[in-house]
């Protein structure tokens, strides 16, 4: 690990005061943590930003599986990109409604139009791309 180095941050004081309560009611011990978490937060959002990067994330999306011929169109974009699925979760949530998980790894563009094919199509009641990072060169 490499060293660790200490820096002064000026701050307005009801700003640091509602940072303080944000520590407290997310659980962190030091502020030094909290601050850690939130440079990483906008160093993976760069990452995706950076259409050279590899990156990785999840898919999430809940569907009526009886909507049309749904199923069958959400299937035929995923194997237009299966080389970036690396796993998928389903799970029946009752007689009608569906939720995938996929697990992605791969160029940020590719990874975000698929996401976005996916969202887009009709019938998919709610969708959303989670941003994680495959954590190469992140402390
Ligand atoms: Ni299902």
Redesign the pocket.
């Known amino acids: 690990m490499s060293d660790l180095i200490r820096f002064g941050v000026s701050l307005d004081e009801s700003l640091l005061e509602r940072f303080d309560r944000l520590c407290l009611e997310r659980g962190y011990k030091t502020r030094s943590e909290a601050i850690r978490d939130l440079i990483r937060e906008s160093l993976v959002k760069s990452e995706w930003q950076d259409d050279g990067r590899h990156v990785a994330g999840t898919l999430t999306m809940v569907y009526d599986?009886h909507t049309g011929n749904l199923s069958q169109r959400l299937t035929a974009i995923q194997h237009d990109f299966h080389h970036y699925i690396i796993t998928s979760l389903?799970?029946?949530?009752d007689h009608d409604?569906?939720?995938?998980t996929l697990v992605l790894k791969g160029p940020a563009p590719a990874l975000r139009s698929f996401a976005d094919r996916i969202i887009s199509t009709r019938g998919v009641k709610y969708g959303t791309l989670n941003l994680a990072t495959t954590g190469q060169g992140m402390k």
Do not use: I
């Open positions: 599986h389903h799970v029946h949530l409604n569906c939720l995938e």
